[in-house]
């Protein structure tokens, strides 16, 4: 009788989260049995936001960020691609997010040109970074949210679909996720791994890099923080069966020379078709591409990874999987020719010039950031909606010279003069501009990988 009644025991979340909240370790099987419950809602707002305050203060074990990222995973759909007909590794990137941080919108499309297969599962803009699905939302007819069945359908034929994940992708991240939002609980570092990762394992992945920021514009702004980060979520992604390697990379500017939904569109394009190319972000582009062909198996060593990227780049079969991508979502076939016909266009434009010339000797890249919702071009609260025209471009970059006759700070996509008034104001107080060029830094500052 007691064997069966402790093999038929009621899980309790008071007992799960008393547990945690004490210190004491959770067992594998009632993390599963609390994301059941969180994902059919018999575990309530309070309980969600509890547990989650209890980790915050005591942590988790690696073996307990494992179980719950491999429990959140598995809350809903996950994708299956074998037997699908792929001839290639199926592979993906992440960003912990940034200002100008348009690196998937060119990674995807060069990764399916080397053979890999990339269906990336991106995020909305989230405070005063940008999303990566708001600027492909500012592509007219583009389906950001398809269905399962569209997306492995659009992977197969093009090589890779950059989309939002649907309601049955990791349900129990999405409710752990709003409460964490009004709980104060966002910044746990176990809360944070396991819920980018139960994503990225929900797309049925056979390796990832990571993007992780650090600096003025990064969500861990600290160094030592964004290494924390990257090496909890290699950890935990290793533990939990997928091949990772993050690089730590410097987001205390602006990342390319644009910021802003369409504008960003606008910059990849010419990016990958070489029209335009900004040097920063082209090597963050490329490095990160350079690992996951190696990951892969596409690629002997990230050196040989390097060369296949440069020349997807260079022979324009990148930009043409961009184009087949788009089209097979929805929206127009000729956007790589003729964005100018389809992207959405900002009334005023408006050059904004420091007080006094000089060099830019650093920039607080959030508060570039903060201008740009504050025109409309991110979300103030989750309701808002964006206006994908507004933002800049032009932005100058740590040690250029400024001013008039030189050149602007960068240059405001507005609405009304009333925007254009407002956005100036912040990007002067964003900049700070004096006589000394500053020391460079490197744009690569770190990879974690184990044993790779």
Same mark, same amino acid.
């Given at each position: 009788?007691a064997?069966s009644?402790?093999?038929?025991r009621v899980?309790l979340p008071?007992?799960f989260?008393?547990?945690?909240r004490?210190?004491?370790?959770?067992?594998?099987?009632?993390?599963?049995?609390y994301i059941?419950?969180?994902?059919?809602?018999s575990?309530?707002e309070?309980?969600v936001?509890?547990?989650s305050?209890a980790?915050?203060?005591?942590?988790?074990s690696?073996d307990e960020r494992?179980?719950?990222?491999r429990?959140?995973t598995?809350s809903?759909?996950?994708l299956?691609w074998?037997g699908?007909?792929?001839d290639g590794p199926?592979?993906?990137?992440h960003s912990?997010?940034?200002i100008?941080d348009?690196?998937?919108? %060119? /990674?995807?499309p060069?990764? &399916?040109a080397?053979? $890999?297969y990339?269906? =990336?599962i991106?995020?909305? @803009?989230?405070?005063?970074t940008?999303?990566?699905?708001?600027?492909?939302?500012?592509?007219?007819?583009?389906?950001?949210q398809?269905?399962?069945?569209?997306?492995?359908?659009?992977?197969?034929a093009?090589?890779?679909?950059?989309?939002?994940?649907t309601?049955?992708?990791a349900p129990?991240d999405?409710?752990?996720y709003?409460?964490?939002?009004v709980?104060?609980?966002?910044?746990?570092?176990?809360?944070?791994?396991a819920s %980018? /990762?139960s994503k990225k394992? &929900?797309?049925g992945? $056979?390796?990832?890099? =990571?993007?992780?920021?650090? @600096?003025?514009g990064?969500?861990?702004?600290a160094f030592?923080d964004?290494?924390?980060?990257?090496?909890?979520l290699v950890?935990?992604?290793?533990?939990a069966?997928?091949?990772?390697?993050?690089l730590l990379?410097d987001?205390?500017q602006?990342?390319?020379?644009?910021?802003?939904?369409a504008l960003e569109?606008?910059?990849?394009?010419?990016?990958l078709t070489?029209?335009?190319?900004?040097?920063?972000l082209?090597?963050v582009?490329?490095?990160?591409?350079?690992?996951?062909l190696?990951l $892969?198996?596409?690629?002997?060593t990230?050196?040989e @990874?390097?060369?296949?990227a440069k020349?997807?780049?260079?022979?324009g079969?990148a930009?043409?999987?961009f184009?087949?991508?788009?089209?097979?979502?929805?929206?127009p076939?000729d956007?790589?020719?003729e964005y100018?016909?389809?992207?959405?266009?900002?009334v005023?434009?408006?050059?904004v010039?420091p007080?006094?010339?000089?060099n830019?000797?650093a920039?607080?890249?959030?508060?570039v950031?903060v201008?740009i919702?504050?025109i409309g071009?991110?979300r103030?609260a989750p309701e808002?909606?964006?206006d994908h025209?507004?933002g800049?471009?032009?932005?100058?970059a740590?040690?250029e010279a400024v001013?008039?006759?030189?050149?602007p700070?960068?240059?405001?996509?507005a609405?009304d003069?009333a925007?254009?008034?407002r956005?100036?104001?912040?990007?002067?107080?964003?900049?700070?501009v004096g006589?000394?060029?500053p020391?460079?830094?490197?744009?690569?500052a770190?990879r974690?990988?184990?044993?790779?």
């Amino acid at each position: 009788m007691a064997g069966s009644q402790m093999k038929d025991r009621v899980f309790l979340p008071q007992e799960f989260i008393r547990r945690k909240r004490d210190g004491g370790a959770v067992k594998a099987e009632d993390i599963d049995a609390y994301i059941r419950g969180v994902t059919d809602g018999s575990v309530t707002e309070g309980q969600v936001a509890a547990f989650s305050m209890a980790v915050f203060f005591r942590g988790m074990s690696l073996d307990e960020r494992v179980a719950l990222t491999r429990a959140m995973t598995h809350s809903g759909t996950v994708l299956d691609w074998s037997g699908k007909g792929l001839d290639g590794p199926v592979l993906d990137k992440h960003s912990t997010g940034g200002i100008g941080d348009k690196v998937s919108l %060119i /990674l995807g499309p060069i990764v &399916a040109a080397c053979g $890999g297969y990339v269906p =990336m599962i991106s995020g909305r @803009g989230l405070g005063h970074t940008g999303g990566t699905l708001d600027k492909l939302d500012s592509i007219p007819g583009y389906r950001s949210q398809p269905d399962v069945e569209t997306v492995e359908r659009v992977v197969r034929a093009t090589g890779c679909a950059i989309i939002g994940a649907t309601g049955d992708v990791a349900p129990a991240d999405k409710r752990i996720y709003a409460i964490r939002d009004v709980t104060g609980t966002v910044e746990s570092l176990d809360l944070i791994t396991a819920s %980018i /990762l139960s994503k990225k394992l &929900a797309a049925g992945l $056979g390796g990832l890099v =990571m993007d992780v920021k650090f @600096g003025s514009g990064a969500f861990a702004a600290a160094f030592d923080d964004a290494v924390a980060l990257a090496e909890s979520l290699v950890t935990v992604a290793e533990g939990a069966g997928l091949p990772t390697v993050a690089l730590l990379t410097d987001m205390n500017q602006v990342l390319g020379r644009a910021a802003g939904n369409a504008l960003e569109v606008r910059e990849s394009i010419d990016l990958l078709t070489g029209r335009v190319v900004d040097r920063r972000l082209r090597e963050v582009t490329l490095a990160l591409t350079a690992e996951l062909l190696c990951l $892969g198996g596409l690629a002997e060593t990230v050196e040989e @990874g390097l060369g296949r990227a440069k020349q997807a780049l260079e022979d324009g079969t990148a930009a043409e999987r961009f184009g087949r991508m788009v089209a097979a979502l929805g929206g127009p076939a000729d956007l790589v020719e003729e964005y100018d016909r389809h992207l959405a266009t900002a009334v005023v434009k408006r050059d904004v010039f420091p007080e006094t010339a000089g060099n830019v000797t650093a920039v607080d890249a959030r508060a570039v950031g903060v201008a740009i919702v504050a025109i409309g071009g991110g979300r103030a609260a989750p309701e808002e909606v964006i206006d994908h025209a507004v933002g800049l471009t032009d932005v100058a970059a740590i040690g250029e010279a400024v001013g008039p006759g030189e050149r602007p700070l960068a240059t405001v996509h507005a609405r009304d003069q009333a925007q254009a008034d407002r956005a100036a104001s912040m990007l002067r107080e964003a900049f700070s501009v004096g006589n000394g060029v500053p020391e460079a830094t490197p744009l690569i500052a770190r990879r974690v990988a184990e044993g790779r």
